[in-house]
Every structure is written in C-alpha cells, then in structure tokens.
DNA sequence: ATGAGTAATGCTTTGTTTCC
DNA sequence: GGAAACAAAGCATTACTCAT
C-alpha cells in the first residue's frame, strides 16, 4: 500500500505539499496540484485513516447500534443513515444488541475504545429504570469527554443532555386510532411496543387518549404487549382473537 | 506567492535498556 | 530472570522557517 511518502517521492514533492493538495488547506501551483494527483492515481494511494486519525483525532466512522436488524423499522433507518454519511465521506460500523442491555452496552464499551467519531443508538435503555440511570449519564458523559464522542439516540429521548431523533409516538398512536374511528371502527386492539420502554408508554397513552376523546372505554384485554418483531405481532393478534374478546 | 524541509503532535505497540 | 521505564516506529497533519 502506498503512503503519503511515496506519492510524494512519485511527484517529486514534499509530503507537506501532497497533505496541502489533498485537503486544498495550501494554495499549490498548478502544475504541482496535477502531479500529485497524477501520483496519487499512479499508487493507487488513499489517505490511511489511522495515521490522519492518530493526528486529527477523527476518523469518520459512525457506529449505529440497533435492536435487532429483522424489526421491519430499521433497514430503511439504516440504510438513510448509510446514505446520508456516504454524502458527508463518512462510512457507518453497524452492531445489533439483539434488545439486550448487556450486548447493547458491550457495544458502547467496545465503541468507546474504537475511535469513532459518533455512536447513533437505538437504545433499549429505560430512564425511569434506576439500574440504567448509571449507563444513561455514561452516554450522556461521552461527548463531553477528551476525545468526545458524541451519541444521538433514536426513538428513545433518555436524557436531556443527549440529542435524540424521535417520532411523537403519542400523536402518532392518536392518529391510527382516530383514523380506524373515521372509518366506523368502535372496537380498536392494540399491539404494543414493549411497555417497559418510553415508546410502549407513549403510544398506549395516544391509544387512550384518543378512545377517551371518543367516549370509548378503554378494556386492558384489548392490548396485547409485543417486542417489535412480526412474529410477536403474530402471536399478539392470535392471542387476541384466542380470548373472545371482540374487535374489528 | 509558492514550495521545500523539518519537527512536533496524536496514540498504541513493540523493542530495548535499566534496575532490583 | 523479571519487572519497570524508556525509546522508537508507524502515518498524516500542521506550523514554522527558509529559499526561490
């Protein structure tokens, strides 16, 4: 593999010169500026990311930890993410907790010691859970350190001081249900997310709410707890439909 | 203004030296 | 002989000085 020495030797240039044509951080002649590049295509030279991250402290990895990759939801999360680092000359590291705390938070530990530049979590962590409290500040505590690595969770706001993309899962229970109303729906089931989490809590509250709103009694014996997966949603609607319990 | 050359810097690993 | 301390290498970037 050619280095940044060997371009240069190639060129006939210094290595500072190849460093100032490759990041346009010098103004280089030319004539130069096409010999290097002439060099760079010649060596089939790109930049080795540990020697510009042993200096810059970057590297231009993301690491994405997801649930699970067969939950219908997050291919397409993870293929924006890989599309939207691509445009920015960023490649993405992916990693599965499989929804479990300990694997999630090996990930973040191995993460930590990788130079990453920036973790995206889909977190299975719970804030109002005292015992992930202590992993919550961890991840907050990680952009601020030395060698700062900022985390941005997904669906799932766990503390103010991490940013989070999420959807108004309350709003967005509100609107199906409104929606089955609209259509002359009276009795609605609900399969949820996990209720241990925020997300499982937020859509059963819209759920409510939007029965409530409607002078529709809420029954516990309509909502069935799912994990995500379509085979849970599966067994969900079977159990439903196993207890009598009418709907449409 | 342009470009060359040098040294320092970042972090980790490996090799070498020193000391008990 | 083993442990601890130190030095060097690896690579790209950047700041600085000097030359043309």
Redesign the pocket.
Known sequence: ????????NW??????????V??H?????????ARVYAAIEALD?????????????RTRQIGVIVPSFSQVFFPAVLQGIHESAMQHGYSVSVFESNSNMDTEKEHIRFLQ?S?IDGVILASYANRENISDREYIRTLAKMGNE??AIPVVTLENALDPALDAVIVDNCHAAETAVSHLLSLGHKKIAHIAAPLRLQIGQLRLSGYKKCLRDASIPFSNRLVCEGDYSPRSGYLCAKNLLKQGEAFT
């Open positions: 593999m050619a280095g940044i020495k060997d371009v240069a060129a006939g240039v210094s290595i500072a010169t190849v460093s100032n490759i990041n951080t010098k103004a280089v002649s030319p004539e130069l500026t030279y790109a930049v080795n990311p540990v020697g510009r991250g042993l200096k810059s402290n010691h130079w030395k060698k």
